[in-house]
């Protein structure tokens, strides 16, 4: 029964989004959940989240929630800010669950791209961390024309932000055209691919996130707005691949 452990029936549907607790007990009168098949008894009664359906349906993701997700332009990722959010385009239970569902990173309202959603905290804390060392390129589009040293003042470690005390990792930029190039960094300061232009005298005009690690936005299908369920070691799997070792001889 994989690792469910049982709980108070009200408790698991109120964390998974599906209403208050006191809302249990008027769903139990009408006769709309059932344990094992059997109607549900009691708010208090202790169950497993595979036992139950509400309304002849499975609960909604009990064992947590990860997702990739396209996100587009002009959406913010913040529950709190005005304008249209990213949980738009998402079930509203998923808003109450708990723990938290919420985006790894922030992607301001004028960048789009591969963003991921989860109530996992421990993948959370993995794909931010720093020691992990998992990457994240952009494409960028410029203002103006680069001038040939970009690339290289960013490999070289050096580049200091403005407001910052130390400067940026070292950061790949690869050059498509005057306007257009794709950036990857191994760290998530505030705003940084835009600030690092800036430092350079530049200003960037479109910003997307097209990889995670290994993990592409192309290759996902996904349209702007669209998402896709996924398990956390799935995703780990897609994001730090692991490559197949040397046949043996």
């Known amino acids: 029964m994989s690792d469910q452990k049982s709980e108070r029936l009200d408790k698991l549907l109120s964390n998974l989004g599906y209403g208050a607790r006191k809302d249990v007990r008027h769903w139990i009168k009408a006769g709309w959940i059932t344990v094992q098949g059997e109607a549900a008894e009691s708010p208090a009664q202790k169950v497993f989240a595979s036992d139950v359906l509400l309304e002849g349906e499975p609960l909604d993701h009990p064992d947590g929630l990860t997702i990739i997700y396209h996100k587009p332009l002009d959406t913010v990722c913040s529950r709190k800010e005005g304008g249209r959010l990213i949980y738009d385009d998402l079930p ?4 109450d669950r708990k723990p938290p569902f919420s985006p790894v990173g922030r992607l301001d309202k004028d960048t789009s791209g591969l963003l991921i959603v989860t109530d996992d905290g421990q993948l ?14 952009y494409s960028v589009t410029l203002a103006e024309p680069l001038q040939g040293r970009e690339a290289e003042i960013m490999a070289a470690g050096t580049l200091l932000l403005e407001n910052d005390d130390r400067p940026c990792l070292p950061a790949e930029l690869i050059v498509h055209s005057p306007t257009q190039a794709s950036l990857t960094l191994h760290e998530g300061r505030y705003h940084q691919a835009r600030r690092m232009f800036v430092a350079l005298g530049n200003h960037v005009t479109a910003l997307q996130r097209t ?14 707005g669209e998402y896709q369920v996924t398990t956390s070691a799935e995703l780990m799997a897609m994001i730090q691949p692991v490559a197949p070792s040397s046949a043996q001889g």
């Open 92 to 95: 509203a239970r998923w808003l």
């Open 124 to 137: 959370n804390h993995c794909l931010t961390s720093p020691k992990q060392h998992i990457s994240k390129t």
């Open 211 to 224: 990889h995670i690690g290994a993990l592409a936005l192309k290759d996902t299908g996904l349209k702007p």
